[in-house]
């Protein structure tokens, strides 16, 4: 499979009368805040009432940041890279992003899935493909792309020790990131290092383990804003955010802070 830029939708542009072509668009510019698109799964999207107290870590992005760039989180539970695309919710983020927004791009927990041809991507050809269409698509509109390597699940062997789950999915992505010119937020690698620190009984407190659930994937409201904590910190690195754009890095944020709203009418 070989995809290309023109398997990404253009946006519509609706014409203006040209009076406000010359000042109104011009002042909706200067005014209009900076964005940050979420593309991703469900370790990232955002939970309605009937999940609590799983909590997507894209729930959390909004409290380390001041105030802009504002988060539009379009992760959705189940989606890989190739499946956003399909879906036609790539098409979406490119009909609303604009010159000065960035797209953050994470995938790789349901590319993985080689039992579903519907979501399933080869890391070093089908999987790099698809990024492409984000990493174009972005910057076609004056956007900034922004690589994350898939955050960890919870894994440990025999002694202790975290391991990898996403096989070379990670690399992959980092070559895309070094080949594209792209910043790469190393997600994987400082989640991992993260549950290593807090340990086989620590990590249980920041992952979805309820009285009737032991879900080593998602995460509960500490974990999601631990991972936002790390994307935070990761885009203030590599400076695609400054030191004014971000706040509370270093602060506790209460947990009373996530909340879940009541799921969308069908």
Not at 169 to 176: K, N, S, V, W
Not at 227 to 248: F, G, I, P, Q, S
Request: aromatic share 8%; net charge neutral; proline share 7%.
């Amino acid at each position: 499979m070989s995809l290309t830029r023109r398997q990404v939708t253009a946006a519509t542009v609706t014409a203006l009368p040209p009076a406000f072509a010359a000042t109104g668009t011009a002042q909706a510019a200067r005014h209009r805040p900076r964005t940050l698109y979420i593309a991703g799964d469900s370790t990232a999207a955002q939970k309605y009432a009937d999940a609590a107290p799983e909590t997507g870590w894209g729930m959390a992005a909004p409290f380390f940041l001041r105030g802009e760039p504002v988060v539009a989180n379009h992760a959705v539970n189940g989606r890989s890279s190739k499946s956003f695309v399909d879906e036609g919710r790539l098409d979406a983020i490119l009909g609303s992003i604009r010159p000065g927004d960035f797209l953050l791009i994470q995938f790789a927990h349901n590319d993985e899935k080689k039992e579903d041809p519907a979501r399933y991507t080869e890391p070093w050809t089908t999987y790099q493909d698809h990024l492409r269409l984000y990493v174009e698509g972005a910057r076609a509109r004056g956007a900034r792309p922004v690589l994350a390597t898939p955050v960890e699940r919870r894994r440990f062997d025999a002694e202790g020790r975290a391991v990898p789950s996403h096989g070379e999915y990670p690399a992959a992505m980092r070559e895309l990131a070094r080949e594209e010119g792209v910043a790469l937020l190393d997600v994987q690698a400082l989640s991992l290092a993260l549950w290593q620190r807090i340990g086989v009984e620590g990590t249980k407190t920041y992952f979805n383990w309820t009285a009737t659930e032991q879900d080593n994937t998602h995460f509960n409201p500490p974990g999601a804003i631990e991972v936002a904590r790390l994307v935070t910190r990761e885009l203030l690195r590599t400076r695609v955010l400054a030191h004014r754009d971000v706040r509370r890095l270093d602060e506790e944020i209460p947990e009373s802070w996530i909340g879940w709203p009541p799921a969308p009418a069908a």
